[in-house]
């Protein structure tokens, strides 16, 4: 198998960890993946190669392929690459929305393309993503993926909806966060195999992995993380990091997000630090995770999937990107 | 089964010329719409249901439960409701883009929720559709659909891409079209029923329909279509009319498409007319809907769906929105 040419730690703990059967598979995806955008006419060939070969972590197939196991192939093949289809289709719509000129150091289709290239170019990558999988006849897998895809769209627009509010609590945050990126990762193991704990398993490092994305956000540095230090806050999503802040200190209400600039946003994330909220996000992260290795006990595993799924879960909190 | 508020003619004639089985799975379809954006959150609710509640012709879903025909009815009422989100899915996208504030004389949901708001409600009744076919394990239906909405998308950038090039041919904006309109309509035939003919029948309405379409964006009336001439031409979208149009009058083709405003929009809609184009392009779209009609006789039908299967390819020229 050829590795993407970025490939981030803990995938790379991962794969260094398994036997030969994983890094082959996810280069099957990698496969897939480049025929699901070719031949859908030059424009969107180079942009979804682009989005494609941009890499990424593949972290959700990286899920589908070890909750299936090493016998499973070819239907767990397709629906690993139809989940990370369906999270690039919703990057690149994300990118739209945000008028975002770079992700992972590269130009977003966004930005070479413009706003409407890139919103074809998110539903194409969508509907390929069930195309894939209705190609195989595999409806349970349809049936998972798009219940998947509604929720992550609420997520979406939960998080729009609650944009600059202040006054969200816990609950709130946590209920939008594990729409937005709590079911995909349920789903991601669920396509893999249909398992109670695997479901929860899922769902708690997708909350991990989310409550870690907000803390990088506030804490970076932009060295390692790639973007500047309170860009949530500069688009007015309201994230755990802050809501804790802010039972310290509580005038971090008052503030206006509306009128924030970079320099402030800066500013905020030093106050929100201060309080030791990140130290203490970055705590209920892992209690997350534990959480999830508890669920995996309770599942039939070779030792080797185990192993490999609870450093998938290690590395969710692992990480900068 | 209660009506739409507002029935367009064409379907109105298709519904008084029925028994009394079509309108009452056309009640299933709207009931089975309501349910799909039910329950999405408050937001979703009444975003998507103000979409649905906008009404439309509901020509998809009708060619669905017509080509099916009155025995085989879940099936076909699920894949007529789901190809419905697609379309609407389509329309508030496009509406994202467009900066619409209406459409049907209503706001659109980029109008009264914003880009992401619309961008989010979008993706949603796109992966509503496909949950909607993969509750029912209906593999075959999602791979039609898929491929459609991917044939959409394509349409979608094509035009794009082509936007303000004055040199483009008649080729091109058939095969432009016939990813963006036709086959969506083919889709919608082959839901109802796998059938070589029903897929001509389909390709061949749905590109008469784009045609008249794209007329009827140069002949208005404003009053009668809802909107002012020549919105596509500001948009940059070279259409049919326009390169007729060129080759009588090839001083057309100088002209500057981004220097146009809305009365210079008008006065080339006055140029385009002025060479008959309107009326050729119009016998282009009859010559199609014959050519539909022919595809009919090849296929096996109860006389009374051959009837009003032969209503619809009419109603798709007699309209004016």
Do not use: N
Not at 131 to 138: I, S
Not at 252 to 275: N, P, Q
């Amino acid at each position: 198998m050829t590795r993407p040419s970025s490939v981030p730690p803990p995938v790379t703990a991962v794969l260094d960890a398994s036997s030969r059967w994983l890094p082959a598979r996810l280069g099957e995806v990698e496969e897939l993946l480049r025929q699901a955008v070719a031949g859908h006419g030059e424009r969107l060939g180079e942009d979804a190669g682009a989005t494609l070969a941009a890499g990424g972590k593949r972290l959700r197939p990286m899920l589908v392929l070890l909750c299936a196991g090493p016998e499973r192939s070819e239907v767990a093949v397709r629906a690993a690459a139809a989940i990370e289809l369906v999270h690039m289709a919703t990057l690149v719509h994300d990118d739209v929305l945000d008028d975002a000129p770079l992700r992972r150091g590269l130009p977003t289709v966004a930005a070479t393309s413009g706003r409407e290239g890139a919103t074809a170019t998110g539903d194409l990558l969508f509907s390929r993503a069930f195309a894939l999988l209705a190609e195989a006849g595999d409806a349970r897998s349809v049936a998972l993926l798009a219940d998947a895809s509604v929720a992550l769209a609420r997520g979406e627009l939960a998080q729009r909806r609650d944009a600059f509010d202040l006054g969200i609590d816990e609950q709130r945050y946590l209920s939008r966060c594990r729409l937005k990126t709590g079911r995909l990762f349920e789903c991601a193991c669920l396509l893999g195999r249909a398992d109670e704990a695997l479901r929860e398993f899922g769902a708690e490092i997708g909350l991990a992995f989310q409550l870690l994305d907000d803390v990088l956000d506030v804490s970076g540095p932009p060295e390692r993380t790639g973007k500047a230090r309170g860009t949530d806050l500069l688009d007015g999503t309201v994230t755990l990091p802050l809501i804790e802040a802010a039972t310290e200190d509580p005038g971090i209400r008052e503030v206006d997000l509306h009128a924030l600039d970079a320099a402030k946003a800066e500013a905020l994330c030093d106050r929100i630090a201060a309080t030791g909220a990140l130290d203490r996000v970055r705590a209920r992260a892992l209690e997350m995770v534990a959480a999830a290795k508890r669920a995996l006990d309770r599942a039939r595993f070779e030792p080797e999937q185990r192993q490999l799924l609870s450093l998938v879960a290690d590395g969710v909190v692992q990480r900068y990107s």
